[in-house]
């Protein structure tokens, strides 16, 4: 505000009389501007976001961008262990389920009388497995596999091969007689 005697006469700052608008157009293109300056000022700056209506009691946190991980360094410092061929890593499968053969008197009697050979397996095992493992490691074929479980804990496991192998040979190859 202007006090008097603040300013000389001849440095008043003077207002700025408003420009009357030469054409029609140009009427209705400010009247227009000002139509929407005043609604802006009515409805506020963010009249577009309408609150959002919670039908839940439940907060769940909004989904957010996930990027892509960019290490800046190597957090283990070997490549790990050196790749192993198929046949090796079929064998130590093979010997992970199976533990080894029973030889007490009852599974000799089995050997020779039903031409089944008796191992110790892995108590996660299934009868699948076992069947897979014996045709890996001994290269026989089984006909059935019948499994218990002992009242020490281990799997016990009855293996009945099929016509074309003999018990009594296999059993002699493995090292059990």
């Known amino acids: 505000l202007a006090v008097a005697g603040a300013f000389p006469r001849d440095t008043m700052p003077k207002a700025k009389a408003a420009k ?15 139509q929407a300056a005043k609604k802006a000022v009515e409805l506020g700056v963010r009249a577009k976001n309408k609150r959002h209506i ?4 439940q907060f ?20 790990g262990q050196a790749k192993l061929d198929e046949a090796t890593r079929q064998l130590i499968v093979g010997h992970s389920i199976i ?8 599974a000799m009697k089995k050997i020779e009388d039903n031409n089944t050979l008796v191992f110790i397996v892995d108590k ?8 897979l493992a014996v045709k890996r490691l001994y290269d026989i074929e089984a ?10 804990g281990q799997k016990k496991a009855y293996v009945r091969l099929t016509a074309d192998y003999d018990a009594l040979d296999v059993a002699n190859k493995i090292g059990i007689i």
């Not at 946190?61 to 490549?79: H, L």
């Not at 533990?99 to 009852?106: M, Q, R, V």
């Not at 006909?143 to 020490?152: E, F, G, M, Q, Y």
């Open 99 to 106: 533990s080894h053969p029973l030889t007490t008197e009852s």
């Open 54 to 57: 919670r039908t839940s009691v």
């Open 60 to 79: 769940h946190k909004p989904k957010t961008q996930i990027r892509a991980r960019k290490p800046q360094y190597n957090r283990k410092s070997g490549s």
């Open 20 to 34: 009357a608008p030469a054409t029609a157009k140009g009427a209705t293109k400010a009247k227009g501007k000002a």
């Open 124 to 131: 996660r095992s299934n009868k699948a497995n076992i069947k």
């Open 143 to 152: 006909s059935k596999v019948n499994t218990l479980i002992r009242p020490d």
